[in-house]
Structure formats: structure tokens, C-alpha cells
């Protein structure tokens, strides 16, 4: 009996399974738009391995349903067999090129190389993986069955064979999304929470009246929450940017109202409009709404430089939707961050619009990557379309964001995905590392949008609908930031992209998801035209706050 238990295991597992397994096993080895963790890519390794084992026992079955040939029994044995050393040969040949690969992407974003990338410890973790979601399908046809022959007790075969499943896919969706999915929110919202709250030592209320969370300040300091905090405490003073040899400068104000200040989104909305009134807000040249990640968190480098640029002449505003990261708050609160932007626009719009005209300041909308989404539904263009504001700049677009995704289908003819044209470029413009916003056949009018996205960003560049076809951005010239060695392959690039997003904001500053400050200053600089700055002074200003030198 224990002698026979290897040859029953082995004829446990379908040949086409195996043999589709080790082919996308193989393909998630391949490099994607950023760098993989060895301990990522081993987990995205073995749920491709599952993944093709189960659409190759999915074919296998659809071959047995339409009784079609098969091999005897001791043939299909050692067809298995030599299967066996063939899947092994073809996944350590792809495991030792895994390095070279991998390092195609870190040469493109200036990382040092990796001599290896633990080709032992991928390939024993991605089988592990296997092996558990494979025990976790057998057991979901282990109970389906078991359903099955209850119900066939009073219905038909095939009706209970339907009832069976059915019940089974009742009891597994209840199970991870009302016990698992709703334990792990739970815990995340526990932990995000305390963080939320942490008020670090080094960070002092501030004492000038005219910032947030100071003593004459409508909102108290500790409920702006942590990145609230960080957001108002370490922007540039006006001493600051004197110090940069800005003459006339200006303290810039900085409105941020927290997630605990206020019970609700309209009483939120209504601090944040109260304190910019309080402290001026309306009165600068340039003012900013800018929407902030799941977090909280504004993207400092998107601020500071738009605050240089102006000598301070710039107020912005902030409300906090959530302190959860941007992946899970779209999850639990999809629909929250949304309104609260909207709200908080509704608001600021409606008393910018009664100003004067010749008075009244260039009003702006900023967001960061869900901030960007958030802020891009904020606005309806039929609200605004008699009065428009002045423009926005969004970084790091999700792939959901409806706008980005229909000026990116309806590009000028012949220019890539990663960095489009759109309409010649007079309303809207893309532009990445390298600035090309100048880069334009028509006029830039009075209203302006500018997308910063990086080529490798996948957050931006997900595909989901790449389980099945290649993405545009892979077709064509490829962007300065992409491995020429990506290629695509059906179901295995999902999956690499998907494992992209967890790994997007540990690129270097300037690649994946982790926008830099002197893009921002190209950004800023086209789309608010500030005076005084000549290219000397903005490389000037780019070696002083910036975070690639």
C-alpha cells in the first residue's frame, strides 16, 4: 500500500494541468514594470502555477465531456512521467534567467543589479502556494460532491450536481468575504486607525495663528491626524524660500481638515471653507484643492514645488476621506472619498465664483494616484463650463479613472498609450520623466489639465482586461522607464501587473508609483506659467528641493 501511495499521488494530478502550470510558472518569472521582491514574485509564481493547472484540468474535462480519444492508462503513466522531468528542466532553466531579467528593469530605473534573485526559495514557496489552493479547490469539489449526492436523493442528477455547486460557491463566498474579508478590514481599520491617531513628538502645534491647528485656528491639531500634521508642519516657511533667494516672499497657507475633526462630510467641508475664509486662503494669487491619498497623505513634492515656484503666493486645501492605504480604502469606502471631494469643491467653487473676477484667485485641483481619481470626479464639467477654473494636475492616475481612460483611447493618431496626444494637446497634456509638455502643434488655452505618469507606474497601466489580449502600452515603442524584455502572455501578465501594484511606491523616486518633486516642477511650471523663472533657476530650484540628485 505505501509502496503504490507515490504512483496514486502522481496519478492524482492532470498532465495538462501540470504542463500548463509550469508554462505560466515559467511566464511569471519574466520581468513586468517594476522589480519583484523575491518573496512577491514567489507568491505571484505559485498562483500562476495554480492557475494554469486549473484551466488545464478545465480543459482536460471539456476533452473527457466531448469523449474524445484518450492514451491507455500505463501510456498516459509515463506521460506524466516524463512530463515530471520536463516541467522541472523548464522551470529551473526560467528560475537561473530570472536574475537577468529582473535586472533589465532595475537597470532602467539606475538600481544596482541583483547577482540572483534566491531561485531555491522562489521555486519551494510558489510550490507550497500551489500546493494549498490546489488542497483548497479539492476540498471545494469535495463538498460539492458531497452536496450533490443529498440532493440527488430528491432531484435529478444534473439538477442536483447544480444545486450541489451552487451551495458550495454560497458557503466559500460567505466564508472569505463576510468572515475572512471582513476579519482582515477589521484589523487593517484597527491598525490604520491607532496610526491615524499617533501624534509624533518632533511634530509641535504650530504657533503663527494663520496655520492650522494653531491656537487661533478653528481646527485642533490633533485631530488633522498624522499625515494632516506631517502636511501642515513641514512645508516651506516664507524664510525658507527667502533662503532660496526668492524676494517678496510669502508664508504659504496650508488648510487641511482631518477625518476626527468633524463628525460628517458636509461639517468637514464646512471647517475647511470657515478656516480658509479665517486665514485668507481666498485672498492669494494661486489656490490649490488638493485631494489626498487613501491615507491622508498629500504628496509633498506636488505642494512644496508649486509653493517655490509662486514665492509662497499660494494657499491649498485638504480634506481627509479615509486613513486607510488607497488599495483598501477603495474597497471599503469606495464611494467616500469621492464625495467628500466633491463636497469640498461644491464649496470652494461656489464662494471663488462669487468674487470679483479681476480679483480672485487662479483656482487649481491636485491629486496624487486615488487622489487624482477622487479629484477628477469632483468636478462635473457641465457645473463649471460658464465659470471654468483654471486647471489641474493629476499624478499618478489609477487605471479606473473614466476620464484619463477616455482621452487615452482617444489619442492623436500614432502616439503611444504611456504618453498620448490628445487633441494636439490644447486642453489636455500628458508628460513623464522627461518634460513634453512644450512638446505641442496647438496653443495651450486658458484651461489646462496635465496627467504626470510614468511608463512603469501600474497603478496607472493595469490592464485588466490583459487576461486576454496585449495592452496598447506594450504595443509599439515602449516607454524610457519599460523592459524591452517584457512581453505578454495571456492570464500570467495580470497577475504580474496585479503583484505591480503592491510593489509600485518601492521604485526608486522617479519610476513605479513614486512621483518626483522635479516632475512636479515641470508640471507646475507649464500649467500655472509662474514669473520670474528662467530654465537656470528652475534647475536651480530642482537641485535645492528635489529628490533625484
Do not use: C
Amino acid at each position: 500500500m505505501m509502496r503504490d501511495l507515490p504512483l496514486r499521488i502522481l496519478r492524482s494530478f492532470s498532465a495538462t494541468g501540470l504542463l500548463l502550470g509550469t508554462v505560466f510558472f515559467a511566464f511569471s518569472l519574466t520581468p513586468s514594470l517594476v522589480p519583484r521582491p523575491f518573496l512577491l514574485q514567489a507568491l505571484v509564481s505559485g498562483v500562476a502555477l495554480t492557475s494554469g493547472y486549473a484551466l488545464g484540468v478545465i480543459l482536460r474535462w471539456l476533452w473527457d465531456y466531448l469523449q474524445l480519444p484518450v492514451p491507455p492508462g500505463r501510456v498516459r503513466l509515463w506521460i506524466k512521467l516524463g512530463m515530471a522531468v520536463l516541467f522541472v528542466g523548464v522551470a529551473i532553466g526560467f528560475l537561473v534567467q530570472a536574475s537577468k531579467w529582473q535586472n533589465s528593469v532595475r537597470m532602467l530605473m539606475e538600481m544596482d543589479p541583483v547577482e540572483g534573485t534566491r531561485p531555491f526559495s522562489v521555486g519551494v514557496i510558489a510550490l507550497l502556494v500551489f500546493l494549498a489552493l490546489l488542497f483548497l479547490g479539492r476540498l471545494f469539489l469535495w463538498i460539492k460532491r458531497q452536496m450533490a449526492r443529498k440532493y440527488n436523493r430528491v432531484v435529478p442528477q444534473r439538477i442536483a450536481w447544480l444545486a450541489g455547486l451552487a451551495t458550495t460557491v454560497f458557503v466559500f463566498w460567505a466564508l472569505i468575504n463576510g468572515v475572512l474579508a471582513s476579519w482582515v478590514l477589521n484589523s487593517f481599520d484597527a491598525s490604520f486607525r491607532q496610526l491615524d491617531t499617533l501624534v509624533e513628538a518632533e511634530l509641535d502645534p504650530p504657533t503663527n495663528p494663520a496655520r492650522t491647528g494653531s491656537a487661533e485656528s478653528l481646527l485642533d491639531w490633533d485631530d488633522l491626524g498624522r499625515q494632516g500634521r506631517r502636511h501642515i508642519a513641514r512645508g516651506p516657511t516664507r524664510e525658507d524660500l527667502e533662503a532660496f533667494g526668492l524676494n517678496e516672499a510669502m508664508d504659504p497657507i496650508r488648510i487641511y481638515v482631518g477625518l476626527n475633526s468633524a463628525e460628517t462630510i458636509e461639517e468637514r467641508t464646512e471647517l475647511a471653507l470657515a478656516e480658509m475664509q479665517r486665514v485668507g486662503a481666498f485672498e492669494r494669487s494661486t489656490l490649490v484643492i488638493a485631494t489626498p491619498t487613501g491615507t491622508g497623505w498629500v504628496d509633498p513634492g506636488g505642494i512644496n514645488s508649486l509653493e517655490y515656484l509662486h514665492r509662497g503666493d499660494v494657499a491649498s486645501v485638504a480634506v481627509q476621506y479615509s486613513y486607510l492605504p488607497s488599495w483598501l480604502s477603495l474597497l471599503a469606502q469606495a464611494d467616500y472619498g469621492s464625495e467628500t471631494a466633491r463636497s469640498v469643491f461644491q464649496a470652494v467653487y461656489h464662494h471663488w465664483q462669487q468674487l470679483p473676477r479681476e480679483t480672485r484667485p487662479r483656482l487649481y485641483l491636485f491629486g496624487l494616484s486615488l487622489g487624482a481619481l477622487n479629484s477628477e470626479r469632483s468636478a462635473d464639467v457641465w457645473d463649471i463650463v460658464g465659470d471654468p477654473i483654471h486647471g489641474a494636475l493629476w499624478s499618478g492616475p489609477p487605471f479606473r479613472s473614466d476620464t484619463w481612460q477616455w482621452v487615452t483611447a482617444q489619442r492623436d493618431r500614432g502616439t503611444p498609450a504611456w504618453l498620448p496626444v490628445f487633441r494636439e494637446g490644447a486642453v489636455i497634456r500628458f508628460t513623464n520623466q522627461h518634460n513634453t509638455l512644450a512638446d505641442h502643434d496647438a496653443e495651450w488655452g486658458p484651461f489646462r489639465i496635465v496627467y504626470l505618469q510614468y511608463a512603469s507606474d501600474p497603478i496607472t497601466f493595469f490592464e485588466p482586461r490583459s487576461v486576454y489580449r496585449e495592452p496598447q502600452w506594450m504595443s509599439g515603442p515602449r516607454g524610457p522607464d519599460v523592459s524591452p524584455s517584457l512581453r505578454w502572455f495571456p492570464v500570467v501578465t495580470t497577475l504580474q501587473l496585479a503583484a505591480d501594484i503592491a510593489a509600485a511606491e518601492t521604485a526608486p523616486i522617479g519610476y513605479g508609483h513614486a512621483y518626483a518633486t522635479e516632475h512636479y516642477i515641470d508640471a507646475w511650471h507649464a500649467l500655472t506659467e509662474p514669473d520670474g523663472w528662467d530654465a537656470l533657476e528652475i534647475e536651480r530650484l530642482k537641485a535645492e528641493i528635489g529628490d533625484l540628485n
